[in-house]
């Protein structure tokens, strides 16, 4: 609950992250309407001695947007500023949601290039933390932007691309907040496509041992293995000339609704509640899913509902060791005393050259690891953990991991570049917390 203060302000009550597991309580909310009103918030937070974060729809499951000072609520910061049809470019506010921005660049004709697998988060949210999809060429969510509009911690007003403010425009893609606040992001777009998507039930050896030619032969490939089982899920969207073959609207349901998320939600909570029971309802909701294939825009390919809400670790490894980890991975589970009712998420994607993106100068592959909101996690994480920082792992900056900036200067060779930016960006730590402190130092 909270009360109005003035000034687009309000008194704040306990914030909550999608998952349920981060809390904070700051001083103050403050909803501006225009990249100005942000600007004068950020300079009264710094004239009361308060920090100040921005907050989209919570989906990172890290404290990275947690504040005991101001807490900014972007969701007045929406729409299409601009397109610009001659350079391919969109100019869009940063508190829209993907799904918005989806949905309004397909009534235009448009598209972006790649995206993650859910489309709630706020465009400035999921670049700050790195979303990504899985691609052969094609990379995240960050990689595509082209101009960045921010508000840095003196309250100016500061754009960056390419060719203007270059050495802050190679690290704010994935700034994680730490360099300024986000008002509005240009990404590159393409006159939509189709995508012709064919997924595909395929044993554990048969996708571990063929993943580098499944990687090479398909635009963007993933695979999901249940754990306590030999099975997995193979997914390879290719680019199609169509004609467009969404999925049936009956079996649509059945397989994105009914059987993704009502049935599979009963599985999780009964495998919580029952631990012994996980490794049979593993085996019977691995076989659920059939094959098919249909063809489409691309986010209705890309993009899936996700209502059964868990929490998760992901690590992006050198594509090479994907394969290692995961049979490492396998083994650990089977030898242990664990259940795990969520499977197990298989990507990659093309270096990019993002400061401190995951894939940031080496081609990678991302292992994700959920379970159930409410099941016990850490002794699960930990052992993942283990594994993928065996491997040089590099954690997703939105999701569970226990990593600090000693870690971080051994698999970021630019690390340094980042935290000197940062030094010179926001000295007195304006836009810091406790998150940021652990993962890039005071």
Same mark, same amino acid.
């Given at each position: ?10 008194? %704040? ?14 001083? =103050? ?12 918030a950020v300079r009264k937070a710094a004239e009361d001695g308060l920090r100040v974060k921005t907050v989209g729809t919570g989906h ?33 506010? /940063? ?15 448009? %598209? ?5 697998? $859910? ?18 060429? /094609? ?21 960056? /691309? ?6 802050? +425009? ?10 300024? $606040? *986000? ?5 590159? *777009? ?12 395929? /044993? ?55 059987l993704s998320n009502g049935i599979f939600q009963v599985a999780c909570a009964v495998g919580r509640a029952v631990p012994p029971l ?78 401190? %993106?995951?894939?940031s100068d080496r081609e990678s592959a991302y292992i994700a690891v959920h379970l159930y909101k409410g099941t016990p996690y850490r ?6 953990? =283990? ?23 051994? *698999?970021?060779?630019? +690390? ?27």
């Open positions: 609950m909270t009360q109005r203060s003035g000034n687009g302000s309000t008194a %704040s009550s306990t914030w909550r992250n999608w998952a349920g597991n981060v809390t904070s309580r700051p001083v =103050r909310e403050v909803s501006p309407a225009s990249a100005e009103e942000l600007a004068d990172s499951f890290t404290s990275i947007a947690a504040t005991d000072g101001v807490l900014i609520r972007p969701g007045l910061l929406t729409g299409i500023r601009r397109i610009d049809r001659e350079a391919m470019t969109v100019t869009v506010e /940063s508190g829209t949601p993907l799904k918005r921005l989806n949905v309004a660049l397909a009534r235009e004709g448009l %598209s972006l290039t790649n995206m993650g697998d $859910i489309m709630e988060q706020t465009v400035a949210g999921a670049t700050s933390t790195g979303t990504h999809g899985t691609g052969r060429e /094609s990379a995240s969510l960050a990689a595509q932007i082209r101009g960045i509009e921010l508000v840095t911690a003196d309250g100016r007003l500061m754009t960056c /691309s390419a060719e203007e403010n270059p050495e802050v +425009f190679a690290a704010a893609r994935i700034g994680l907040g730490a360099l300024g $606040i *986000v008002t509005a992001l240009t990404f590159a *777009v393409e006159p939509v496509f189709l995508l012709t998507a064919r997924e595909e039930p395929m /044993s554990f050896d048969r996708v571990t041992s063929e993943f580098d030619a499944l990687h090479a032969e398909n635009e963007h490939f993933e695979f999901y293995w249940f754990p306590h089982t030999d099975n997995c899920n193979t997914k390879r969207n290719n680019r199609s000339a169509g004609p467009a073959a969404p999925p049936g609207r009956v079996s649509g349901w059945i397989e994105d609704e009914l996980v490794p049979s309802i593993a085996k019977v909701s691995s076989r659920a899913l059939s094959a098919r294939t249909y063809t489409d825009i691309p986010y209705k390919v890309f993009t899936s509902p996700r209502r059964v809400r868990f929490v998760e670790m992901e690590y992006a490894l050198p594509r090479e060791a994907a394969v290692p980890a995961l049979r490492e991975l396998k083994a650990m589970i089977e030898r242990s005393p664990l259940k795990v009712s969520f499977p197990v998420e298989v990507r990659t994607a093309p270096a990019d050259d993002i400061t401190l %993106s995951t894939a002794g699960y994480f930990t052992a993942v953990e =283990r594994i993928m920082t065996g491997h040089g792992g590099r954690p997703h900056w939105g999701k569970i991991h226990t990593r600090d900036a000693a870690y971080f200067e051994k *698999v970021y060779p630019r +690390f340094a570049e980042f935290t000197a930016l940062r030094d010179r960006l926001d000295p007195d730590r304006r836009f810091g917390n406790d998150y940021l402190r652990r993962v890039l130092g005071d």
